[in-house]
């Protein structure tokens, strides 16, 4: 499989208590990107690494979100003390060298 | 900034009905234009990408257009299994920094009626 791989799909947390989602890109993309997305609207930028260095956050990666890619390959992405506004659908996408974004399924966030 | 318009928000259609839908767009610096199809609990699919004003794309019953300011995506005698949402996303090269994200519209749900 080529595809963007996320996990888990779906996660059901309490609120106050820390979740890591996880994004495996296609191999040799070494752009990657992390949005947001609620119901009803599109997809809202977060964060975006070029291999392992995180080169840009969006106004909407609050303090208690932080994403790594270590050595460049998978990444992941942590939400502590997660509050309700926090449900949401996080989408992970990589580049590929002629500048088309893949998209991984998402893990769907709900918080309880 | 750069923003992105999707009309309609919804559009029902019978089986063969041909439509379009609507994206206004204002960037700095065009880079590009895309159009993705979401299914509901699954993530953006490509579709097309449009870089410059009168350029065409076309794909099945599909059919992706551009101006200096709008782009639409027609639908040829569409099937129930077109239904999905549609969003439409820029990317400039100015208010995009080095990140060159996609900024995206909240997207154009087509039902399609058998």
């Known amino acids: 499989d080529t595809g963007v791989s996320q996990n888990p799909r779906h996660k059901i947390t309490k609120r106050g208590q820390n979740v890591t989602f996880r994004c495996d890109p296609i191999s040799e993309h070494n752009r990657l990107y992390w949005y947001r997305q609620t119901l009803g609207q599109g997809p809202e930028f977060l964060t975006y690494?070029?291999?392992?260095?995180?080169?840009?956050k969006s106004r909407l990666l609050s303090d208690r979100f932080s994403a790594e890619r270590p050595k460049g390959s998978f990444s992941t992405l942590e939400i502590q003390r997660t509050e309700q506004g926090d449900s949401a659908m996080y989408l992970c996408?990589?580049?590929?060298?002629?500048?088309?974004?893949?998209f991984g399924s998402g893990t769907r966030l709900t918080v309880v | 900034e750069d923003q992105v318009t999707q009309s309609p928000e919804a559009l029902r259609l019978q089986e063969g009905e041909s439509s379009s839908l609507n994206c206004s767009y204002t960037v700095s610096g065009l880079r590009g234009l895309f159009w993705y199809r979401q299914d509901p609990g699954k993530g953006p699919e490509f579709l097309f990408t449009?870089?410059?004003a009168g350029e065409e794309k076309e794909k099945e019953r599909l059919k992706a257009t551009l101006t200096k300011k709008e782009s639409f995506l027609h639908i040829t005698a569409p099937k129930p299994e077109d239904s999905a949402t549609y969003l439409c996303a820029v990317r400039g090269e100015i208010s995009s920094g080095s990140a060159r994200q996609l900024t995206f519209g909240s997207g154009t749900q087509l039902t399609v009626l058998p």
């Open positions: 690494f070029q291999n392992e260095a995180q080169l840009e």
């Open positions: 996408a990589s580049r590929s060298g002629t500048g088309r974004d893949t």
């Open positions: 449009l870089y410059s």
